[in-house]
C-alpha cells in the first residue's frame, strides 16, 4: 500500500462520519448512526461505489432535509470526501466501507428513497456478469432496501453497460422511468444530480465520453 494510501486508511478510521465493517460482523442495521432514531422521518439517499463522495456531499449540501449515506470498498478514496463533509459541517452524510454485496445487513428493509450507482465498474468478461451492479443479484437487494415508489439512477460512460442495464432491469420486471443518452446534452429529462462530478466523471468528459443516465422502478413487476 502506498504511502499516502496508507496515511489516509489510518486517518479514516478515526473519522466520526465513517463505518468501517468488519468482514465477519454483521449486527443488527439499527446499529449503525443513520438508523438513530434523530434521522427518523429523513429521507434516504444511497451511493454505491461513492469513491470520493462527489455525488454524496453534493445531495447532502443541496438537500439538508435528506440524510446521504456514500459506500465504497475503498477506504483511502472514502476518506476524502468523509473529511470534506466534516470541513464543510455537512451532519447529513454517513460514508459506510463495506461491499455491496453484503449491503442488506445494513439498512432495514423499505428504507432508502433513492439509490444511485455513479459510474460503476462495467466488469466484462462473462464470468462476473452477475457481480455488475446492475445484475439480477443486486436488483433483488435494491428492491428489498427501496421504498414504495423508490427509484435507482444510474451514470455511466459505458453505453455497453447501459444497455446491459437496460435489458437487466426488463429483465427482472423493473421499468424505467427516465433515460438518456447524455445527461450533458440540455434535454428536459437531464437528472438534477447533473451538477455534481466526480473525478472520474471529469476525466470521462475530457476524452469526449457521453455520460448516460438511466432511472428505474423495482417495486412493479411489469415490464415497459
Not at 37 to 47: C, F, K, S
Not at 133 to 145: C, E, K, Q, S
Not at 188 to 200: F, L, T
Amino acid at each position: 500500500m502506498a504511502k499516502n494510501k496508507r496515511q489516509k486508511f489510518e486517518r479514516v478510521r478515526h473519522l466520526p462520519n465513517v463505518t468501517l465493517s468488519e468482514e465477519t460482523v454483521a449486527p443488527s442495521p439499527q446499529a449503525f448512526p443513520w438508523n438513530q432514531p434523530r434521522y427518523a422521518g429523513m429521507q434516504r439517499i444511497l451511493e454505491l461505489g461513492c469513491g470520493k463522495g462527489e455525488h454524496s456531499l453534493a445531495f447532502a449540501a443541496a438537500s439538508p432535509q435528506k440524510l446521504c449515506v456514500g459506500v465504497d470498498y475503498k477506504s483511502h478514496r472514502m476518506c476524502v470526501g468523509a473529511e470534506k463533509a466534516l470541513a464543510r459541517g455537512l451532519g447529513n452524510v454517513f460514508f459506510l466501507r463495506t461491499r455491496v454485496e453484503r449491503i442488506r445487513e445494513f439498512f432495514p428493509p423499505h428504507s432508502i428513497d433513492e439509490i444511485w450507482l455513479t459510474f460503476p465498474d462495467p466488469l466484462w468478461k462473462n464470468r462476473k456478469s452477475m457481480q455488475r451492479l446492475t445484475a439480477a443479484p443486486f436488483l433483488n437487494d435494491y428492491a428489498n432496501l427501496l421504498v414504495p415508489g423508490g427509484s435507482v439512477h444510474l451514470k455511466t460512460d459505458s453505453q455497453r453497460f447501459f444497455r446491459f442495464s437496460c435489458e437487466s432491469v426488463r429483465r427482472w420486471g423493473g421499468r424505467v422511468t427516465a433515460m438518456r443518452e447524455n445527461v450533458y446534452d440540455g434535454g428536459p429529462d437531464s437528472p438534477v444530480a447533473v451538477g455534481a462530478v466526480s473525478a472520474y466523471e471529469r476525466a470521462a468528459l475530457s476524452r469526449g465520453a457521453a455520460i448516460r443516465y438511466l432511472e428505474f422502478t423495482l417495486n412493479a413487476f411489469s415490464s415497459i
